[in-house]
């Protein structure tokens, strides 16, 4: 397993009501919005995190909405002049920082949990229910399916930061080749990735660090691919579907949570002005809906 470094960063992220990676051919911004933040430099002086007791644990769900007519989704230019346009027409050829379905459900979404600083959740003792082994990304055409995913590759136990095992395997399905890039912070998540052949072609990122920046996903063969990825240190993260909806389950109960949201464009935002406050009961499912607008 390959270590953290020395210092210990705190947990800090946005919940949204219906962690980042983001898929595209461009280079990460130098900071990005609360929340995620670059990872410190090496040197900092450590500081332990207070764990965060709870009792039991309970379900959010809703819908995230557009508020007012939805942005136009334009084409995107290059796919008409790439050679590989006839495999790459067969996808979706319009820009995907909006995807607002006829009811006005927003996409793409990350709805999550905001950690108190200074804290940490424990990792949950059920791993069937709260995460999956792989996360997997899809290139069936010129485009990352998911477009947006939320990862928990690490958890704090109470001293450092330990792998969780989950990883993030991305594939070539489509009939022409790609290549893949991840990059987050150049300390905890340098650059790396391949050539992913036609049909058959994959890459298992098995060394994802929970970064307080988003990650990107590049690729270099077809430059307009974007995509993105939170990542976490809590498995309390969602990304809305085609139909803005969301649900998160095993959520802590007993503990006053902060819930919070990620989009592309609008990066973290509060649901409502001040952020979300939610205090489940044990068991209990609660329902929070919230609207969203361009800048």
């Known amino acids: 397993m390959t270590k953290r470094p020395a210092y210990l960063i705190l947990a800090s992220a946005a919940f949204c009501l219906g962690s980042a990676v983001f898929f595209g051919c461009s280079a990460p911004p130098d900071t990005s919005d609360e929340g995620l933040f670059p990872a410190k430099k090496s040197g900092v ?18 819908r995230v909405t557009y508020d007012g007519d939805p942005p136009a989704r334009p084409d995107i230019a290059a796919i008409a002049i790439n050679q590989d346009r006839p495999v790459c027409a067969q996808g979706d050829v319009h820009e995907q920082t ?9 996409a793409n979404i990350v709805v999550y949990i905001k950690v108190p600083k200074g804290s940490f959740f424990k990792k949950p003792d059920d791993k069937a229910k709260a995460w999956k082994d ?8 010129c485009q990352f399916i998911p477009h947006v995913i939320t990862l928990y590759p690490e958890y704090y136990d109470g001293t450092r930061y330990q792998k969780t095992g989950q990883a993030l395997k991305v594939l070539n399905s489509s009939a022409i080749g790609h290549d893949i890039k991840v990059a987050g912070s150049n300390d905890l998540n340098p650059a790396k990735g391949s050539t992913l052949s036609s049909k058959t072609g994959q890459y298992l990122f098995s060394d994802i660090h929970f970064d307080k920046r988003e990650l ?6 077809h430059k307009w691919m974007a995509g993105y990825a939170l ?17 998160i389950k095993n959520v802590p109960a007993g503990v006053e949570l902060t819930i919070k949201g990620w989009h592309e464009e609008l990066k973290n935002f509060d649901p409502t002005a001040g952020g979300t406050k939610v205090t489940l ?15």
């Open 45 to 62: 002086a450590a500081e332990l995190l207070k764990e965060i007791k709870y009792e039991g644990e309970g379900t959010i769900r809703g």
């Open 98 to 106: 909006w995807m607002v379905d006829s009811n006005r459900g927003v």
């Open 134 to 141: 792989e996360v997997v990304v899809d290139q069936p055409f």
């Open 216 to 221: 990107t996903l590049n690729c270099n063969i």
């Open 231 to 247: 990542t976490f240190d809590h498995p309390s993260s969602v990304v809305t579907g085609t139909d803005g909806t969301f649900e």
């Open 281 to 295: 009961k044990p068991g209990e499912s609660k329902e929070l809906n919230f609207a969203v607008k361009k800048k």
